[in-house]
């Protein structure tokens, strides 16, 4: 069974940055197909951030084009979520996720808040 652990959320000012960072176990990096990252805002449901596929290719909501960015370090069997330009509206549950042919695998989440 994959295990997915999220780190680096916080509480940040609104133009400021962050880094996520999702390491997974349990698996050999090559079985991984995608990693993504979620949120979930209070009284809202979850939704897709971006995404990477095995061979590098990513997808963006349209709500974090050009201030969010996606990478994977397949050695570390860890994705990134680098977050820039950060907003209020950015305020949520980030949550990573792991898929391979045998299904998904969630992390328990971290915590983003953007103060304005």
């Known amino acids: 069974q994959v295990q997915v652990v999220e780190s680096g959320g916080g509480l940040v000012q609104a133009g400021g940055s962050l880094r996520l960072s999702c390491a997974t176990s349990?698996?050999?990096?090559?079985?991984?197909?995608?990693m993504a990252w979620y949120r979930q805002a209070p009284g809202k449901q979850r939704e897709l951030v971006a995404l990477i596929s095995s061979g590098g290719n990513t997808n963006y909501a349209d709500s974090v084009k050009g201030r969010f960015t996606i990478s994977r370090d397949r050695a570390k069997r860890t994705a990134y979520l680098q977050m820039d330009s950060l907003k209020p509206e950015d305020t949520a549950v980030y949550y990573c996720n792991a898929r391979t042919r045998s299904g998904d695998s969630w992390g328990q989440g971290t915590r983003v808040t953007v103060s304005s």
């Open positions: 349990g698996i050999i990096s090559n079985f991984i197909n995608t």
